[in-house]
C-alpha cells in the first residue's frame, strides 16, 4: 500500500550523515514536516508535490553551533590596531574587546540588536543554515543579558529557522565590577541566571574560561547556578592558554567545549568520557592568527565528536558563512571534508543536544534540508567565498 505523504523530493544524491551514507539514487518523503524516508527510491511513498531534483547533493540543514549573532556594533578599528601589531590579549586589557561592544549593546534596544542581527542571519540562511545558537555575553548586567536573549529568541520567529540560546553571562568583566570578578559571579549566579531561567529564555549556559575570561573556580560556580535550573552547560575553553577547562565542562557534563587549542590529553580523555563534543571555531584561529593547533588526531583516537562552527563575533571571528568555515577547517585544521560536512550537521546537532531532531537525514526527524548544485560533498569544503546553494528545505517547507 502506497505511504501518503506531503512532498518528495526523488533524483538526489543523499548526503545522510548517517548509517545510510551516501545514497546516489535516492529519495525524501515528508509529512508533518518530518522526514519518513530518506534512502533509495521507493515508489510506494507518495505525494501531491513531488520535486525532482535533477542528481543534485542534499545534506542536512546546515548547524551553527556557537555563534555571538546578536551584538552591536563592530570593531573594524581594532582589526586595524591589530594590523599595527597589538595581540588580542593587549586589546582587551587595554579595555577594548569584548567590553567595547558590550558598551555598543547596551545602548541598543531590543528591536536594533535584532535588526543588526538579521542581516547576519539572513547571509547565513543563504548558505543552507537551518539551525543556530546565539549567545548573550555582550549585555554583562541583567537587563542587558536579558534584552540580547530576548532578542535572540524572537530571530526565531521572524525567519524559518530553529535558534537556540546560550547565556553567556560569564563572558567578560564589565567596567563596574573591575578588580572584583568574585562579585560579577556572585551576579551572574544569584541574579541574572535566575532572572534568564525564569524567563525561559536560555537553552543552555556558557562562560569564557581564559586569563582575560574567567577561572575555573569561578567558571564552577556558574556551571553550578545552571544546573540548579536544570540548564545544560557549555564552555568557552583553552584558547589561548591551558585552565584545564575542558576538564572542567567534562565533569558537569558539558554538551560541548569550544576552541580547545589548548587542549591536552587529560582533557581530551575526560571529553570522552563525559561524552562532550568538542566545537572547534577555525574562524577565530584563523582571525587572530593563532598557532597553536587543537588537537585534533587525539580527539579522533579518544573519539571525541568534532563540531565546526562559525564563532560569529565582532572581535575574533566577523564570520557569518559556514561554508568557509569548512575550509577553514580542513585547510588549517586539516579535518576531512566528511568531518568537516559531519562538522556544520550532526555533530553541530550534537553539540546543541539536537540529535533527536535534526543534524541527518533519517526518518523521524524534522525535514531540515540544503540542496547543492554541486559534483561531490567535497566542492562544499574546497571551494572559498562561493555558495552553490540550490534549495533549502525547514520543517519540510
Ligand atoms: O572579542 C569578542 O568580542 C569575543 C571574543 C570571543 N569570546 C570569547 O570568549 N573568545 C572569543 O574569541
Ligand atoms: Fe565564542
Same mark, same amino acid.
Given at each position: 500500500?502506497?505511504?501518503?505523504?506531503?512532498?518528495?523530493?526523488?533524483?538526489?544524491?543523499?548526503?545522510? /550523515?548517517?548509517?545510510?551514507?551516501?545514497?546516489?539514487?535516492?529519495?525524501?518523503?515528508?509529512?508533518?514536516?518530518?522526514?519518513?524516508?530518506?534512502?533509495?527510491?521507493?515508489?510506494?511513498?507518495?505525494?501531491?508535490?513531488?520535486?525532482?531534483?535533477?542528481?543534485?547533493?542534499?545534506?542536512?540543514?546546515?548547524?551553527?553551533?556557537?555563534?555571538?549573532?546578536?551584538?552591536?556594533?563592530?570593531?573594524?578599528?581594532?582589526?586595524?590596531?591589530?594590523?599595527?601589531?597589538?595581540?588580542?590579549?593587549?586589546?582587551?586589557?587595554?579595555?577594548?574587546?569584548?567590553?567595547?561592544?558590550?558598551?555598543?549593546?547596551?545602548?541598543?534596544?531590543?528591536?536594533?540588536?535584532?535588526?543588526?542581527?538579521?542581516?547576519?542571519?539572513?547571509?547565513?540562511?543563504?548558505?543552507?543554515?537551518?539551525?543556530?545558537?546565539?549567545?548573550?555575553?555582550?549585555?554583562?548586567?541583567?537587563?542587558?543579558?536579558?534584552? /540580547?536573549?530576548?532578542?535572540?529568541?524572537?530571530?526565531?520567529?521572524?525567519?524559518?529557522?530553529?535558534?537556540?540560546?546560550?547565556?553567556?553571562?560569564?563572558?567578560?568583566?564589565?567596567?563596574?565590577?573591575?578588580?572584583?570578578?568574585?562579585?560579577?559571579?556572585?551576579?551572574?549566579?544569584?541574579?541574572?541566571?535566575?532572572?534568564?531561567?525564569?524567563?525561559?529564555?536560555?537553552?543552555?549556559?556558557?562562560?569564557?574560561?581564559?586569563?582575560?575570561?574567567?577561572?575555573?573556580?569561578?567558571?564552577?560556580?556558574?556551571?553550578?547556578?545552571?544546573?540548579?535550573?536544570?540548564?545544560?552547560?557549555?564552555?568557552?575553553?583553552?584558547?589561548?592558554?591551558?585552565?584545564?577547562?575542558?576538564?572542567?565542562?567534562?565533569?558537569?557534563?558539558?554538551?560541548?567545549?569550544?576552541?580547545?587549542?589548548?587542549?591536552?590529553?587529560?582533557?581530551?580523555?575526560? /571529553?570522552?568520557?563525559?561524552?562532550?563534543?568538542?566545537?572547534?571555531?577555525?574562524?577565530?584561529?584563523?582571525?587572530?592568527?593563532?598557532?597553536?593547533?587543537?588537537?585534533?588526531?587525539?580527539?579522533?583516537?579518544?573519539?571525541?565528536?568534532?563540531?565546526?562552527?562559525?564563532?560569529?563575533?565582532?572581535?575574533?571571528?566577523?564570520?557569518?558563512?559556514?561554508?568557509?568555515?569548512?575550509?577553514?577547517?580542513?585547510?588549517?585544521?586539516?579535518?576531512?571534508?566528511?568531518?568537516?560536512?559531519?562538522?556544520?550537521?550532526?555533530?553541530?546537532?550534537?553539540?546543541?543536544?539536537?540529535?533527536?531532531?535534526?543534524?541527518?537525514?533519517?526518518?523521524?526527524?524534522?525535514?531540515?534540508?540544503?540542496?547543492?548544485?554541486?559534483?561531490?560533498?567535497?566542492?562544499?569544503?574546497?571551494? /572559498?567565498?562561493?555558495?552553490?546553494?540550490?534549495?533549502?528545505?525547514?520543517?519540510?517547507?
Amino acid at each position: 500500500s502506497a505511504h501518503r505523504c506531503d512532498r518528495i523530493w526523488t533524483n538526489a544524491r543523499l548526503a545522510t /550523515m548517517a548509517a545510510a551514507g551516501s545514497v546516489e539514487r535516492g529519495m525524501i518523503a515528508a509529512k508533518d514536516g518530518r522526514i519518513v524516508h530518506a534512502g533509495p527510491v521507493d515508489t510506494r511513498y507518495d505525494a501531491p508535490e513531488l520535486i525532482d531534483c535533477d542528481g543534485r547533493w542534499i545534506t542536512p540543514g546546515l548547524i551553527d553551533c556557537h555563534s555571538h549573532l546578536v551584538h552591536a556594533g563592530n570593531r573594524a578599528h581594532e582589526f586595524e590596531l591589530r594590523l599595527e601589531g597589538a595581540s588580542y590579549e593587549d586589546i582587551a586589557r587595554g579595555g577594548g574587546g569584548i567590553v567595547s561592544t558590550m558598551a555598543a549593546t547596551r545602548i541598543a534596544d531590543e528591536d536594533t540588536l535584532v535588526a543588526y542581527a538579521l542581516e547576519r542571519l539572513d547571509t547565513l540562511i543563504a548558505e543552507g543554515m537551518t539551525t543556530i545558537e546565539v549567545k548573550s555575553g555582550y549585555g554583562l548586567s541583567t537587563e542587558a543579558e536579558v534584552k /540580547m536573549l530576548r532578542a535572540a529568541r524572537r530571530l526565531g520567529s521572524e525567519r524559518n529557522v530553529r535558534v537556540v540560546t546560550t547565556f553567556l553571562g560569564a563572558h567578560a568583566l564589565p567596567p563596574e565590577f573591575s578588580g572584583n570578578a568574585d562579585g560579577y559571579i556572585d551576579l551572574v549566579c544569584n541574579d541574572m541566571i535566575p532572572a534568564v531561567a525564569a524567563e525561559g529564555l536560555a537553552d543552555a549556559v556558557d562562560a569564557f574560561c581564559e586569563g582575560i575570561g574567567f577561572t575555573p573556580g569561578q567558571v564552577s560556580r556558574v556551571f553550578e547556578a545552571a544546573r540548579m535550573h536544570g540548564l545544560p552547560v557549555k564552555l568557552h575553553a583553552e584558547q589561548l592558554s591551558n585552565l584545564h577547562g575542558a576538564t572542567l565542562a567534562a565533569s558537569f557534563d558539558a554538551l560541548s567545549a569550544d576552541h580547545l587549542e589548548h587542549l591536552d590529553a587529560v582533557g581530551i580523555d575526560a /571529553m570522552a568520557k563525559a561524552g562532550s563534543v568538542a566545537v572547534l571555531l577555525p574562524g577565530a584561529y584563523y582571525f587572530t592568527r593563532e598557532t597553536q593547533l587543537p588537537p585534533v588526531a587525539g580527539l579522533r583516537e579518544a573519539g571525541v565528536p568534532i563540531a565546526l562552527a562559525t564563532d560569529c563575533n565582532p572581535g575574533t571571528s566577523p564570520l557569518t558563512s559556514l561554508l568557509l568555515t569548512m575550509n577553514m577547517g580542513a585547510t588549517l585544521f586539516r579535518l576531512t571534508v566528511e568531518e568537516c560536512l559531519a562538522g556544520v550537521t550532526r555533530e553541530a546537532a550534537r553539540a546543541l543536544g539536537l540529535l533527536g531532531e535534526t543534524g541527518t537525514l533519517e526518518p523521524g526527524k524534522s525535514c531540515d534540508l540544503a540542496i547543492w548544485d554541486v559534483e561531490r560533498p567535497a566542492e562544499l569544503v574546497y571551494r /572559498m567565498g562561493a555558495n552553490p546553494l540550490h534549495a533549502r528545505v525547514w520543517k519540510g517547507l
